[in-house]
């Protein structure tokens, strides 16, 4: 285990442990594990890690903020692959961006001559309700849509019920 301690005049900006898997990012006692951050660091040294984490939190303030920003730019990349026509396979999805069975799913509208729902109101396997955010990719089957906050695989009432039978 090897710590380091980011501060900015005397100020402490970041706290990070490093393994040899794994780093480890501690915020007031909060501590967020980032193994997909750094696997897009070119060397495995861990003064190599060292610096990569380093430039991370100079340029976006913290760790944490980076695998948000992760998240954000493989959404917009997803959104581009989509809107060329690509039919998504779940495997092929990058892993930054969440998938969710949304289960019998329904339109959220502002107004009916909207062509692109506002949001979608949807349940999980546990059947507990739930709400995205803006749609910003729907295909024109309505079988998936792309949020901010993720890729939603859309299941009807009749598809709903086998994907709960299948899932538990």
């Not at 006692?29 to 190599?48: E, F, L, P």
């Not at 849509?145 to 019920?161: K, M, P, R, V």
Request: charged content about 25%; some cysteine; glycine content about 8%.
């Amino acid at each position: 285990m090897f710590n380091v301690t980011v501060s900015e005049n005397g100020r402490l900006v970041d706290k990070i442990e490093f393994d040899e898997q794994n780093i480890v990012h501690c915020d007031g006692g909060v501590a967020m594990i980032h193994r997909d951050v750094m696997q897009s660091c070119g060397h495995n040294g861990i003064w190599y890690r060292v610096a990569y984490a380093a430039g991370i939190v100079a340029e976006r303030g913290a760790l944490l903020n980076a695998m948000e920003a992760m998240t954000k730019e493989a959404i917009q990349r997803l959104r581009e692959r989509l809107e060329t026509g690509w039919a998504p396979q779940a495997d092929e999805i990058d892993r930054s961006v969440p998938q969710v069975d949304a289960l019998n799913w329904e339109r959220n509208f502002e107004d009916a001559g909207t062509i692109v729902p506002l949001g979608i109101t949807y349940q999980t396997i546990d059947r507990q309700p739930r709400k995205t955010g803006p749609v910003i990719h729907i295909d024109e089957h309505m079988t998936y849509a792309l949020t901010d906050d993720g890729f939603f695989w859309l299941y009807g009432s009749d598809e709903s019920e086998k994907v709960r039978f299948l899932g538990g």
